[in-house]
């Protein structure tokens, strides 16, 4: 869509139709698209939520997913049983924050299949760049035409989308790297050659200690499940850091890993390492290549 009228058109119908059926209806949209769109809606208005926490707009893929969760439950106590769900698609303005919002936006077709939902995500041609747009039909098996719902002829199931989307390299990895190692000696080597660089490069303390926290985990997953030789590389240039971490394995089966706890809520499981890092880094990456595995880690510096 390319206009507020065409917006209107389909968010209005959408939310006061969930209103009437009883749903718990709810929109995570920014803050201009939700004074458009409560001021047009009337009556239904106190019925609709607005929380960006149920979207890349304003959390990371597990915490989105935490967030439906928790919605979902409120839901179940509402007349209909279901969660209605407007929101306004926004990936920000990098490649990687695009094909992470790509990755999301599939995954969740599997991740919350199960759950009584209907949502409908609005991909609006004066905010996306032309390749997010034309992702739409590959990531949603129904598209809206006019006022009804038909197939999405393009649409591809998770598991082959996921690992067949593109993978460019950060700006930044054309840079000298902050960190090298070749072949790590052990994990506790490598946890501290990298938080040496993150005390160094990181200034808020916060962010630094998660993202230690985080490449850790993704080290010890390394070292635990998969081949030496483990070696790492970071990268960065003062606003934006990219880590990679490598061993010699060569598979990874399940492109859904990391989006929640491997071993469900119990976390004393452990299963913990790429959820923690989907959760503290802003995208994750899992790259199979010639010398093995490789999980790369990106995000703004704070």
């Known amino acids: 869509m390319t206009s507020d009228a065409e917006l209107l058109a389909v968010a209005l ?3 006061q139709a969930g209103v009437r059926a009883g749903d718990l209806v709810a929109m995570t949209c920014p803050p201009d698209v939700v004074e458009l769109v409560c001021a047009e809606l009337g009556e239904a208005g106190p019925g609709v939520e607005a929380d960006t926490a149920l979207s890349l ?7 989105v997913l935490s967030s439906a969760r928790r919605f979902v439950q409120r839901a179940e106590e509402a007349p209909s049983g279901r969660l209605r769900v407007l929101s306004v698609v926004d990936f920000g303005d990098r490649p990687a924050g695009w094909r992470e919002g790509l ?7 599997r991740l919350l299949q199960d759950d009584a939902v209907t949502s409908v995500c609005v991909y609006d041609r004066r905010r996306l760049v032309p390749e997010v747009v034309a992702s739409a039909g590959s990531t949603h098996p129904e598209l809206v035409q006019g006022h009804a719902l038909v197939p999405s002829p393009a649409f591809r199931d998770p598991l082959d989308y996921i690992p067949a ?7 930044v990895e054309d840079t000298p790297p902050a960190l090298v190692v070749g072949a790590a000696a052990s994990l506790a080597g490598l946890r501290h050659a990298i938080g040496a660089v993150l005390a160094e490069r990181v200034p808020d303390r916060d962010q630094r200690e998660d993202l230690h926290l985080a490449t850790s985990e993704v080290a010890a997953n390394a070292f ?18 990219v880590c990679a971490i490598t061993d010699a394995g060569r598979q990874f089966g399940d492109p859904l890993a ?4 491997a071993h469900g809520d119990d976390l004393s499981r452990g299963g913990m390492g790429l959820w923690l890092a989907r959760k503290l880094w802003d995208s994750v990456d899992l790259l199979p290549g010639a010398d093995g595995l490789t999980v790369r880690l990106s995000t703004r510096l704070r």
Do not use: C, I, K
Not at 57 to 62: E, I, Q, S, T
Not at 103 to 109: D, G, K, P, Q
Not at 258 to 261: A, D, K, S, T, V
């Open 13 to 15: 119908p959408f939310l």
């Open 57 to 63: 707009l304003g959390a990371r893929a597990p915490d």
């Open 103 to 109: 990755r999301y936006e599939s995954a969740s077709n």
């Open 165 to 171: 989307l593109p993978w460019p390299r950060d700006p």
């Open 224 to 241: 635990r499940h998969g081949r030496p030789p483990v070696s790492a590389r970071l990268w960065t240039d003062g606003s934006q850091m």
């Open 258 to 261: 990391g989006f929640r706890p």
